[in-house]
């Protein structure tokens, strides 16, 4: 097999240099390792190169192009940088590539990177799969490097025959001179090409040009997850393998005292029990003896600093935080001069609660040890964050561990973390022997790193007229202050970057890290704060007698905004805004979420507190369209996964652990309440936007609307069954 692509092992000694500047673009573009009896070329960027030195430090990697390799028999292997979890990683990632480079989609077959600084996202300089940034991140990026090996085959065809290569067409993998009715195969040429200079300004196809893109291929991974085929992490089997299953200190911050474990030893299958720093891990011969295993062990915690917090401590410490010092996130005009002038000024406060992941396969990794190194196999968002928590545990170089990324069970931010790995790792350690750890899903649900409980207050002023002249807003959460993005306070995303116009408008974010642990949760910010937003805007409408789409659309007229008034006014045309079935009820949302502007109308029906949901309307404008059947299915999902959170979505604490366990109380969505979907994705040459993430924010916001319009309730806090409503849905 011919490689055109980075070989991982040279660029990594190269970023390894004391000093990052001495890696010449020569030596980078030139860097070869020879593989399967053809030639590796590193494909580098010009806008990466440009980007890599603006960031760099003397320790800095450098920023990573994406594999395409070649066979004599044709096959197109596509080494995709991000990872699949449902979300169709291993189809939109190859499609950037194979547009620009004319393969033959029938020819491909896809494979996950490695854990290298090389693939690491070009947005935000991590390898993972987070944020609604794949397409987004790696959009020119990768069709650059099919161009160039596009240009590289043509070549080496074209000097076969001695034809300029602008005579040359590409398509479906081949080669054509159609004035001498000459083909070549790309696979019949690799080796010539990988002989080649690489292009440093491969030629891009126009958008208008797109073939591919644009249109809807059989995702790659459906055949497997249809005929049983596919591997999850959960599938991992080695020889000699031991099992293992662990149980931690229930409250948050609580360490392991002492254990005793004599019970278990009796058992048949029994092997060990590892011990952690907050709990214990059982080791048998297969899963079911590790679980009785571990449930004869008797262990006694230290409870920690924590252990009398419950949901009302942290209900109390989020509004506490409203009279608290924080940063402004953004300071338009003069708040308080315009609020003094208002004609009139209305408050209002909104909380939501803390949310777990509860991914259908529950957090596993199998890892292997022996004297070169460590092996890992697991869905993991983040391929260099499971190297380094194995490398970690074991002292030695994150070179040193493999890591084999498995298909998902779902992610939505929770696999982005790697505590599972170092406990599967800790316990090979241990034993001396290959271990596949497997969590329950109690230890799942109650040791997750939770969408954080958030709160804000908001203020505003109207004119005589009800136009909005002022807003404040003070938004209480928990978030990571080392995570940094350019521009203003990260957790007050969802709001501070609003497109209404309001002439006065200011933003300040407190954070409040209660001790309940935390992580990023599917749309992370914009799982709350719009609807909150989003709730309050129509708090503003109705106070002034006005229209909710109307109301919005006036706040949007402005150039900035234009993306985002096109999708609220898809919105109403397709929704029949102005036209509802009698005993009908319409709420409205929309807002911009990760480089993509999104919205969404819920029609329902009501009769006191029992609330029917009868259609979601929901449209997006996230730039140039991959691949549309996709995006709509992410959209179907992302809705189903934000319904089942306003709906119930509860995690709440007492005496300093999460009650919660298992589906019976912390349920999803089941088939039956699916309502009817109506996607709508909007024509756009822009940038791609997000699309994975966007698609859970507006259900909640649209829904609690529409509940006002329909009861004269106003939801300023979720889940509904918090609320006393009942829910159905109208399957017609």
Not at 710 to 728: D, V
Request: proline share 6%; with cysteine; aromatic share 6%.
């Amino acid at each position: 097999m011919v490689a055109l692509s980075v070989e991982p092992t040279r660029i990594m000694q190269l970023a390894s240099r004391d000093r990052l500047a001495i890696i010449s673009r020569r030596e980078f573009l030139h860097a070869t390792v020879t593989i399967g009896g053809g030639l590796a070329l590193a494909v580098r960027l010009p806008a990466q190169e440009t980007a890599a030195l603006a960031t760099a430090t003397p320790s800095s990697p450098r920023t990573p192009a994406a594999f395409v390799q070649i066979a004599n028999d044709d096959t197109i292997t596509i080494i995709t940088p991000a990872v699949e979890m449902g979300q169709g990683g291993h189809t939109s990632m190859p499609m950037m590539i194979m547009e620009e480079l004319g393969g033959d989609w029938q020819r491909l077959q896809v494979t996950d990177a490695a854990a290298a600084a090389i693939y690491n996202n070009p947005m935000f300089g991590q390898q993972s799969t987070v944020g609604s940034f794949s397409v987004r991140g790696w959009f020119m990026d990768l069709r650059r490097i099919g161009a160039a090996a596009r240009e590289m085959l043509v070549q080496a065809a074209a000097g076969e025959w001695r034809v300029p290569a602008t005579e040359c067409t590409v398509a479906q993998s081949r080669i054509v001179h159609a004035r001498s009715g000459r083909t070549r195969t790309f696979g019949s040429v690799a080796a010539i090409a990988a002989q080649l200079p690489v292009p440093q300004q491969p030629v891009l196809k126009n958008v208008a040009d797109f073939k591919l893109i644009g249109s809807s291929p059989p995702r790659v991974d459906v055949p497997i997850k249809v005929d049983g085929s596919a591997r999850y992490g959960i599938d991992m089997v080695l020889p000699g393998m031991l099992y293992a299953a662990v149980k931690t200190c229930p409250t948050f911050g609580g360490t392991l005292k002492s254990h005793d474990d004599s019970a278990a030893r009796r058992l048949s299958g029994y092997h060990s029990t590892v011990i952690l720093p907050d709990g214990v891990i059982a080791v048998a011969r297969s899963y079911w003896r590790a679980k009785k295993a571990l449930d004869q062990i008797t262990v006694d915690y230290d409870l920690g600093p924590l252990a009398t917090l419950d949901s009302a401590r942290v209900s109390q410490l989020l509004h506490e935080g409203f009279s608290e010092p924080g940063t402004v996130a953004r300071n338009d005009g003069d708040v308080p001069a315009a609020m003094g002038h208002a004609a009139k000024v209305l408050e209002a406060e909104y909380e939501v609660p803390y949310l777990a992941h509860a991914c259908m396969e529950p957090m596993n990794c199998t890892a292997r040890i022996d004297d070169s190194g460590c092996e890992v196999w697991c869905g993991t968002q983040t391929p260099q964050a499971a190297q380094a928590a194995a490398a970690a545990v074991l002292g030695i170089p994150p070179q040193q561990v493999k890591v084999n990324t498995m298909l998902l069970g779902g992610g939505f931010g929770r696999r982005g973390e790697a505590d599972f790995v170092t406990q599967a790792v800790s316990a090979a350690k241990a034993t001396g022997h290959p271990v596949k750890l497997i969590w329950s899903r109690e230890e799942d649900i109650q040791h997750d790193f939770y969408r954080p409980a958030a709160a804000i207050r908001f203020r505003a002023g109207l004119d005589s007229a009800g136009n909005p002249t002022a807003l404040d807003c003070n938004v209480v959460t928990s978030s990571m202050p080392e995570f940094h993005l350019p521009g203003p306070v990260f957790y007050t995303g969802g709001v501070v970057d609003t497109n209404y116009s309001i002439p006065n408008l200011r933003v300040t974010g407190v954070n409040k890290d209660i001790g309940i642990r935390f992580g990023f949760w599917r749309s992370v910010n914009d799982s709350h704060n719009p609807f909150m937003l989003e709730s309050f805007i129509d708090e503003l409408a109705h106070q002034s007698g006005k229209d909710p789409y109307r109301f919005r659309r006036a706040l949007l007229q402005h150039a900035a905004a234009a993306r985002q008034l096109a999708v609220l006014d898809l919105l109403a045309e397709k929704a029949g805004w102005d036209r509802p079935q009698p005993g009908h009820y319409l709420g409205i949302s929309a807002f911009q979420a990760f480089g993509s502007y999104i919205g969404t109308v819920v029609d329902i029906s009501a009769k006191g507190n029992a609330v029917t949901l009868h259609r979601v309307v929901t449209a997006i404008d996230c730039g140039v369209a991959i691949h549309p059947d996709n995006i709509r299915a992410q959209l179907e999902g992302g809705m189903v996964f934000g319904l089942a959170a306003v709906l119930r979505g509860e995690i709440t604490i007492d005496k300093g652990a999460v009650k919660q366990s298992n589906f019976h109380d912390y349920p999803m969505l089941s088939m039956t309440e699916m309502p009817r979907v109506d996607c709508f994705v909007l024509a756009s040459d822009a940038a791609p936007g997000g699309v994975g993430e966007p698609g859970t924010a507006p259900i909640a916001p649209a829904l609690a609307n529409a509940i006002f319009a329909a009861t004269g309730t106003r939801l300023r806090s979720l889940p509904l069954s918090r609320q006393n409503f009942t829910f159905s849905t109208a399957r017609s």
